[in-house]
Structures are given as C-alpha cells and as structure tokens.
C-alpha cells in the first residue's frame, strides 16, 4: 500500500473535534482522487484512490503520527448520528447520508470491528448532482429518462456509479419537466433540490420503514416519477409492478453483474410466477441501465462505460425474447449489435481503448463479455490484448500502483 505523508492543520484541532477536522481536510484536497476514506480506530486513515489503496501518515501537533482514538472516533460519531448509535451499532452498521459541512453530503457507514473496535467507511458526494453529459451517458438514455411511464433498471458492481446515474436521470428531468418525482433512498446519497419539478425524498429508516411500503405510500401521494434506490427484496420487486402498471415512471437499481442476468435476477424474486411477470415486464420495461467504471489513464478520477439493452418498439426482439426468459439469445444479440437502441458494453469500452482513456487491461477485466471485447479490439486493429494483471491485490492491473 502506498504511503502518503501529510502536515494536516486539522491535526492541531482539540482531540475532541480532531476527527471531523481530518476527515473534512482530506475530503477537500483534490489532488488527492479521493473516492472513500477510512477511519479505523487506534490505525492510520486509508484512502480508496484512483491508483487504489493509500495509508496517511499525518503529522500531529506534536511532529507524530497521528492516529485516531476510541474517544475521538466516539465524538466524531456522536456529531454525524444521532444519540442512540452505540446501542444501534451492536445490532449491525450504521448506513447513512448525512450532511459533513454545510455544502458536502456524505453517505457514512459506521460499524464495529476485531471484537468491538469501531470503525467508519466515508464516500463524499459532489454538493450538485452530476449531469447526463458529466458521465458521458449515451444519448439515447436521454429519451428514455423523458419516457411519462414504463421501468428503467440500472445495474451494477458496486461503486460502479449506479447511483450517480440514476441521479443525474432525476436532475435531468428536474431541470426540465414539471413533474413530482418521489426518491425511496437507502441510504440518500445525493440530495437533489427541486427545480422545475417537485422532489420528494423519503430515506427508508428515517422517513419509513421499508422500500416496499414507501412504493405503496407513494401510490397515493400523486407522484409522476417513483425512484428506489435500491431492490433488495420479493416485496419491493412487487411494489414496483405495481407502480408500472398505475401508469408511473420508475427507475430502480438492482444488484447483478450485468443488464440480461440482471433481469433474470429480478425475475427470481417472482418465483413460480416468474413467466407470467416476464411477459408484463416485457411491455413496460423501457430499459436495462448496465455501467462500469475505470480509472483514467491520466489518474484524474473516473471513466464510466454503459451498456443499454433497451426495450425497444412494440414486438421487437429484445421485448419478446425478454417475455420468452431466453437469456442466452438476448445476450447474443445484444452484444453482437442486432438489437435496436442498445448498445453493448464492449462497444463503449473499445471506444475508450482507442482514444486512449483508459488501460486495455482494465478494460478487458471489465467487460461482461471479454470474448466480444476481444474480437471487436481487434477488428479495430488492436489485437495484443493481454489478461488484466492482477498487481498489490488491488485489481487495478500493473498500469496503476
């Protein structure tokens, strides 16, 4: 792991506020690539960087290396949560949004650890929401976003940047539309404040106790547009049908490595009725969100890559191979680009190959058909793709330390 020395003023803040002044110091140097910073107790800070892992040294009041304490760890979380966590956080990790400055919102997740030390994850996220052009989204999510009903899916490794997505989607009819768009998040991630539209935002653990019921909640409090963070469970999966089929938008993330195994993921959750929901899913799902994220070649920050498999006209092939449950011809065709208004991952990830955005190996470790990635690569005329290089067991590849 690399070692990044640090003179903090933070670290001369009384030790009681210590905490929250270091995390907010390095929180806001962007030399530093910062995804996610972690704070463990009576150990150095970790960061998660482009180039991966990186351990902080920082030098104290004193010239030494500071390391945080049980009691400062204690006091930084009594600020960020509110009163009950200690007793909260035997039962499982805290994982919420809250607001670290007055411009900054931060999603903490605070747990214990080796037998009861403590322990916090931090993400920090831009105080606005990206825009569709920011990560490069292909256009044609533009034209499903201003769809007025029908399912949009996005799914995804985690950190893949599902969640930006779907907030840039949001801002992007918000900036636009006079509509009520309603966010079942878990936890919030990114505030969006209405513009042209009206935003309602229920945390699950806050505002209501599950997914499933906010879903039904928000059947009668008018809402345009139904946003869920996350499906997790048959009862959100249902809740969502529902929503579709009162004539809403919605937009749902779904945990799956890809757009078609996805589907037939959120389709398990349906059981012995799972043929019956792929034929209604067929007609209302407007598209399939799949999306990767690599680092730049240059190190400043990150590249998305998308794959769309998008419903498409009434009667198209991917509508009735998706009613038909026939994954395997979906996904063959899918990536050999006969579907119309889809795009295949590997497309976009040759795309970034080219103009030298991003590393070959990378890419290729990425892609959710590395057989497709290859051949299309070499059609381009780069045929030496190697295996991705697994270097320092961060994944990443020789390329980046």
């Known amino acids: 792991m690399e070692i990044v020395h640090l003179r903090l003023e933070a670290c001369r803040v009384g030790p009681e506020d210590r905490v929250y002044a270091v995390v907010d110091e390095l929180l806001h140097k962007p030399e530093l690539h910062l995804t996610d910073l972690f704070v463990r107790e009576d150990e150095p800070l970790v960061g998660s960087t482009v180039?991966?892992?990186?351990?902080?040294?920082?030098?104290?009041?004193?010239?030494?290396?500071?390391?945080p304490d049980r009691i400062q760890i204690e006091s930084f979380l009594d600020t960020v949560f509110d009163s009950g966590w200690k007793e909260r956080i035997k039962q499982r990790a805290l994982d919420e949004g809250r607001r670290l400055a007055a411009e900054d919102w931060c999603r903490f997740n605070a747990h214990s650890y080796d037998a009861g030390r403590l322990g916090l994850a931090i993400r920090r996220?831009?105080?606005?929401?990206?825009?569709?052009?920011?990560?490069?989204?292909?256009?044609?999510?533009?034209?499903?976003?201003?769809?007025?009903?029908?399912?949009?899916?996005?799914?995804?490794?985690?950190?893949?940047?599902?969640?930006?997505?779907?907030?840039?989607?949001?801002?992007?009819?918000?900036?636009?539309?006079?509509?009520?768009?309603?966010?079942?998040?878990?936890?919030?991630?990114?505030?969006?404040?209405?513009?042209?539209?009206?935003?309602?935002?229920?945390?699950?653990?806050?505002?209501?106790?599950?997914?499933?019921?906010?879903?039904?909640?928000?059947?009668?409090?008018?809402?345009?547009?139904?946003?869920?963070?996350?499906?997790?469970?048959?009862?959100?999966?249902?809740?969502?049908?529902?929503?579709?089929?009162?004539?809403?938008?919605?937009?749902?993330?779904?945990?799956?490595?890809?757009?078609?195994?996805?589907?037939?993921?959120?389709?398990?959750?349906?059981?012995?009725?799972?043929?019956?929901?792929?034929?209604?899913?067929?007609?209302?799902?407007?598209?399939?969100?799949?999306?990767?994220?690599?680092?730049?070649?240059?190190r400043r920050g990150y590249r998305a890559f998308f794959e769309l498999l998008a419903g498409g006209e009434p009667d198209s092939d991917a509508r009735n191979l998706i009613g038909a449950m026939n994954w395997s011809h979906l996904k063959a065709r899918l990536n050999s680009g006969e579907l119309a208004n889809s795009t295949a991952l590997s497309e976009s990830l040759v795309e970034g190959v080219l103009s030298d955005e991003v590393y070959e190996e990378h890419a290729l470790h990425a892609a959710f058909d590395p057989a497709s990635f290859v051949q299309m690569l070499t059609r381009a005329g780069r045929g030496d793709t190697r295996p991705p290089v697994r270097a320092n067991g961060n994944g990443l590849g020789a390329t980046l330390r």
């Open 51 to 67: 180039s991966g892992l990186v351990r902080f040294e920082l030098e104290d009041a004193y010239g030494l290396d500071y390391v």
């Open 125 to 298: 996220h831009p105080p606005q929401p990206m825009t569709l052009d920011d990560i490069g989204a292909p256009p044609e999510l533009r034209t499903l976003a201003e769809e007025p009903r029908g399912l949009i899916l996005f799914v995804g490794r985690t950190s893949a940047g599902k969640s930006t997505t779907q907030a840039a989607i949001v801002q992007h009819i918000n900036a636009r539309f006079s509509r009520h768009i309603l966010r079942v998040e878990d936890p919030l991630e990114i505030p969006i404040v209405g513009d042209k539209s009206l935003i309602t935002m229920r945390q699950v653990g806050v505002d209501v106790k599950s997914a499933d019921l906010a879903v039904h909640d928000a059947l009668r409090q008018r809402p345009d547009i139904i946003c869920v963070s996350e499906v997790r469970d048959a009862a959100t999966a249902h809740a969502l049908f529902e929503a579709v089929d009162s004539g809403h938008l919605v937009l749902a993330t779904v945990h799956g490595p890809n757009p078609v195994d996805s589907l037939a993921r959120f389709l398990a959750y349906f059981g012995d009725a799972a043929p019956q929901r792929a034929q209604i899913l067929s007609q209302v799902l407007l598209g399939v969100v799949g999306q990767v994220r690599l680092p730049r070649r240059d």
